[in-house]
């Protein structure tokens, strides 16, 4: 019998020839990031060894620059920590500062074939390097550290087909919230992406689309291997890895190809992604007080073109905060290059740093009590980003961006061609 992808993974991390769904599989740790949550004073515990300093990641990214007292104090142990175990692969606030998933990227610290864990639910972030990646509790996030393994269990896979090409301004957002709406959620279940559309979509593109996958519930998202995403990880980490290419005969749940061709912008209802989505044209003239692009899923140089795209020549609502977040400093150097920086703050938007802000209702952008936001981020449930009397609704960075201009949810097909 064949495997998937990640079962494949899981196989070789663990030392089996086979893995089948229902099995328990301890496996070898690769990386493990530890971010500034982990620091937090009624979290953290004292720990007295390393397994592997080479192995650890530590990045501050909730709440940075720390935004109160207990930020501060987690960020300070952290440091200590870093200091204590000699970590090298440390992301302090400054020029190396980011949100821990795209620093992962950004840095090539998910070797395919390999195990990241991370203590943040989109942690699947970095399956898009056909890696297992996964977030997991504080405890278990300590014993991986230790002791350079976990444990999980092996669930069923389904596999998506990626064919045909996206429309501009059609983005793998879009994709995404039509997955979720046409097939919900996907607990205790693996997913796989692959398809003849694979060499079209950049990595950008592809790790919005597993970074997303935490909000199906999925176990694990993974992409299969291409040259693309291989030269990719190649040109930031000279370390060897072993890629993992499901077998042909491989037991998938479900198989489903998705036509890009067909895609258009979607809108996420609040308080769920799952089976809640509808054409922007049927949301089209919901009021709104805040629009925000950033987080970890979106908070990409592709995401800043494509809202100045939009927003050129353009002006923010006056009814409406816009609110931009790079995912790291590079891509807010990268976008200021380009020339995005400038569109977006003379059309009115807001550039923060890069941090996880407004996305988790943290600090920079906290919703009031009968406010409306439209997020290109990765989660809409209720109160995420403030108030639990206000309301989120979830769309693109261009739909975001032409909502921002109209101050109530637009088509961003009416700004760009």
Known sequence: MGMTAIEKILAKNSGQELVKPGDLVVVKVGTAVLYDNNFVPSIWRDILKVYDPERVVVVFDHRVPAKDIISATAQKTGRDFVKKFNIERFH????????????????GYALPGSVLV?????????????????????????????????????????????????????????????IADTYGSHANQNVEFGGGALPSLSINARRTMTTMCAELSAEFATFEPDDVMLDYVRERNPAPFEAQYPDEDANYLARRTINLDK???????????LENSQKVGDVAGTHIDQAFIGSCANGTLDDFAAAAAVLK????????????????????????????????????????NATCGACGGGHLGVLAAGESCITASTRNFKGRMGDPDSKVYMGSPATVAASAIKGTIADPRDFVN
């Open 92 to 107: 302090d606030v400054g020029a190396k500062q980011g949100i821990s998933h795209v620093l992962v990227a950004e840095h």
């Open 118 to 178: 991370c203590g943040d639910s989109h942690t699947c972030s970095a399956g898009v390097f056909n890696c297992a990646a996964r977030g997991t509790g504080a405890p278990d996030m300590f014993y991986a550290v230790t002791k350079g393994e976990t444990w999980f269990r092996v669930g069923e896979t389904i596999r998506y087909d990626f064919e045909g090409t996206l429309k501009s301004p059609v983005s793998m957002k879009d994709v995404f919230l039509h």
């Open 263 to 273: 895609m258009e912008p979607l809108v996420a209802l609040p308080d769920t992604v």
């Open 313 to 352: 020549g353009n002006k923010v609502a006056s009814n409406v905060r816009l609110l931009v977040t790079p995912g790291t400093q590079n891509i807010y150097l990268e976008a200021l290059r380009h020339g995005y920086i400038e569109t977006l703050i003379e059309a009115g938007a807001v550039v923060t």
